[in-house]
């Protein structure tokens, strides 16, 4: 069982569109982080969202935690191809700032 | 050095030999992880450090798997009698090893991938 769903799990499409994906769980986070994944490199922390109902706005990428603190999605305004990668969420459940939950990811390929 | 370094970043072995793959976490970060990720998927926890604690081994997949971490800084992954189903990435992370609040935030280091044959 997987505690934490991304969906989709693959995305292609072109530059300048527009995409959201997702990371959704049955489970309260006490917070959550979203990374990239290049290949050949490790993950790096895009953002973390600890308030339900929080949008944190990074240029072009738009992050919101559910208002119950189970589910966030991640918006990017006009794909660029430096956008391709791996996007993972990973949460933390209460009392447990360490051990993240992780989820499978979702493989985004941006084509010019 | 800035980041997490991982020795070797690749590797490839014969089914049912021994490997050890290395960590040098961020100085400073009490907080060390190792992860393994197959091809394009997510993170599969194996074992955490933190201080001078006993790790958190709960991850590990059989008895194969060990680490250890000398010093509380360098650390060392390995794993015996290797399969094929061992091939993967395996991933470090540091932390600051922050208790309570927010995420301990946890950077990664380039990975070393294993390669099994």
């Known amino acids: 069982t997987q505690l934490l769903e991304q969906s989709p799990q693959f995305l292609s499409i072109q530059e300048g569109e527009n995409l959201t994906v997702y990371c959704n769980s049955s489970s309260v986070f006490s917070s959550l982080q979203w990374y990239r994944q290049e290949p050949g490199e490790g993950p790096v922390l895009l953002v973390t969202?600890?308030?339900g109902g929080e949008v944190k706005k990074l240029k072009r990428l738009t992050f919101q935690f559910g208002d119950a603190r189970k589910d966030s999605s991640l918006h990017i305004t006009a794909a660029q191809t430096g956008d391709t990668g791996l996007y993972l969420c990973?949460?933390?459940?209460?009392?447990?700032?360490?051990?993240?939950?992780w989820g499978l990811g979702t493989s985004l390929a941006v084509n010019p | 050095g800035a980041g997490v370094s991982q020795s070797p970043s690749n590797k490839v072995t014969e089914k049912g030999k021994d490997v050890e793959l290395r960590c040098d976490p961020i100085s400073g970060h009490t907080a060390l992880y190792w992860y393994r990720q197959s091809l394009g998927q997510g993170l599969e926890f194996l074992i955490y450090?933190?201080?001078?604690?006993?790790?958190?081994k709960s991850g590990l997949p059989s008895d194969r798997f060990s680490a250890e971490r000398t010093g509380g800084s360098v650390s060392t992954l390995t794993i015996q009698r290797t399969q094929q189903e061992d091939s993967a990435v395996y991933l470090c992370?540091?932390?600051?090893?922050?208790?309570?609040?927010?995420?301990?935030?946890?950077?990664f280091g380039p990975g070393t991938r294993l390669t099994v044959l």
């Open positions: 992370a540091s932390s600051l090893g922050l208790a309570g609040g927010i995420i301990d935030t946890q950077y």
């Open positions: 450090f933190q201080g001078n604690s006993a790790p958190d």
């Open positions: 969202v600890v308030t």
């Open positions: 990973a949460g933390a459940y209460a009392g447990n700032n360490r051990k993240l939950i």
